[in-house]
């Protein structure tokens, strides 16, 4: 569920664009207006805003916003203008231009998204960078990793709820005998991951578990430095439960000696619509704050008021 | 550009249906009158018709044509009268359930379409079946084939024009090695061939040719025995032109000892409102007979009739 909140009422887009335009004008800006806009406006709304902008000001409102807004802040407030499709375009984009094993933006775009979301994302890639993901991820990625985020980003998995109860266990008894013999990169675990939906997969997980005594990304942890196998359970942890795993994401954000902005702004900005309802009460279990606070504490100014603003207070 | 001719105003759905009704009904079936409507009707007024069909008379049209008709006659009225999305769902699942090397049909599904085709029968193969094509291609193929064929059926390509010639270059010279190599079935052949878009193929393609003098399939044809390397062809000759692919196609169902009536409904119903036109263009010069005339002498009875109806005329 989402965390957004917004007034009794909605102002027209053209209203909005007005504050907005109000708030670009004269020395300085008015951060405050802006974020008392954009924070508390649903994506359909935002879309509205973007679009008057253009017709009465002439000027694109992310253009408009980038040359206002500054830094951590900044980079907050475009990633929320944008569409979820484009949003994650330009996440994934950016991430596999410069990809390397350890980061795991393709596996929360490939895998946390519906597949209709994923579908949404690849077509709003093609329209913006003229190629298509997967052939941007082939291109840039190697080895084992390369077979496997191929089809990680390809799939179009099905989503219905029907589970093949037999085939789960056929599959759970083949994914063990690979991981048994350490065989993690054989192609027959990287078919079942890539293409089973999601349903079908935890059935096999619990299969698997139940066969086998352990879950099946606690033997997956045979060897901690291998990033292989990081990928791997991180796949399965976005399969299985998409918000205990974004949950992680901040937390490590957040833990760091210096904050990861980047891995807090997207975590924010793609989910505040989604599931930072349910992110913000596992959240709040498993580190015994409330996210609220941590981010609170962890960020200053309008960076913080615009994270604040879409996150909601503690109990909302 | 399609081969279908239809009536100066076409009746309404409700009177195709009454039509219909009439040919079923009464000793025995009136063969002519269904090719005479559903023959002589675009997509979308079929779409229509079937849907007027199941609320006069309350029974899915394809259950009734189902009861009605035999033989190559059903099969090809049946295929004809399912949206194109649909159309391919079925016949891709009817081939990957019982999947030979051999079989092509996954080949011009996944290739001789747009990328927003694919995309459609993906859909309607989640509707009918309840899971993904790619999780079945990838279930029922196996060893190289699984390689090549998953990451083909799951791309979505783009399908703009832009192409970056330095990488046309660069990809054409991999190519080059690999085939040189016999290395044919290495990722970097397949990654190319399966997710960069076909105008950049056509331009790696061009470059091949020009850098190392033979067209890429002819490199390909060093074993003719290895069916590996007919599919690699296949796929090439699917994006270079599809539609001579497609004659090529047609040309071996007629061609050979006893008609293959498998690859003439499927390609005859799959391209009538598509690239018939310049599929019959093709095989005229190609084989000296028109293609009206090939399937005149090649088939029978009602089958024929309908075939020469979607295809039209010699002069059509």
Redesign the interface.
């Known amino acids: 569920m989402s965390t957004l909140t917004f007034p009794g009422s909605l102002p027209s887009p053209a209203d909005d664009c007005e504050q907005l335009h109000k708030a670009f004008q004269g020395w300085g800006t008015n951060e405050g207006l802006i974020i008392s806009v954009l924070a508390h406006r649903p994506a359909a709304h935002r879309r509205e805003i973007r679009r008057a902008y253009a017709e009465i000001y002439g000027e694109d409102l992310l253009k408009a916003l980038d040359k206002e807004l500054t830094r951590d802040f900044e980079r907050a407030v475009l990633l929320w203008v944008l569409d979820a499709a484009e949003r994650d375009a330009v996440l994934a984009n950016e991430v596999v231009r410069k990809w390397s094993p350890g980061n795991r933006v393709l596996i929360e775009i490939a895998v946390a998204r519906t597949a209709d979301e994923l ?1 949404a994302a ?2 709003a890639y ?1 329209a913006r960078f ?3 993901l ?2 941007d991820v ?2 840039h990625t190697n080895g084992d990793f ?2 496997l985020l ?2 990680l980003v ?7 709820s ?1 589970v093949n109860a037999s085939l789960a266990k056929s599959e759970a008894k083949m994914l063990h005998e690979k991981i048994k013999g350490k065989d993690y990169n054989h ?1 027959e675990v990287i ?1 079942i991951l890539t ?3 999601k349903a079908q997969l935890l059935a096999t997980f619990n299969d698997y578990k139940n066969q086998f005594g352990n879950p099946i990304n606690k033997d997956l942890k045979s060897d901690p430095k291998n990033e292989f196998l990081s990928v791997l359970r991180a796949i399965i942890r976005c399969i299985t439960c998409p918000e205990r795993y974004l949950e992680k994401v901040i937390r490590l954000a957040i833990n760091k000696m210096g904050t990861d902005e980047g891995s807090l702004t997207r975590v924010i900005t793609t989910r505040a619509e989604v599931d930072m309802k349910q992110i913000k009460e596992l959240y709040h279990k498993r580190n015994s704050v409330t996210l609220y606070r941590a981010v609170k504490k962890d960020t200053t100014g309008d960076y913080e008021d615009f994270l604040l603003a879409l996150i909601g207070h503690d109990d909302a």
Do not use: I, L
Request: charged share 50%; net charge positive.
């Open positions: 579908f690849k077509r093609q003229k190629r298509s997967e052939e082939a291109a390369r077979k191929v089809p390809s799939s179009y998995r099905y989503e219905g029907e192609e078919r293409t089973r939906s």
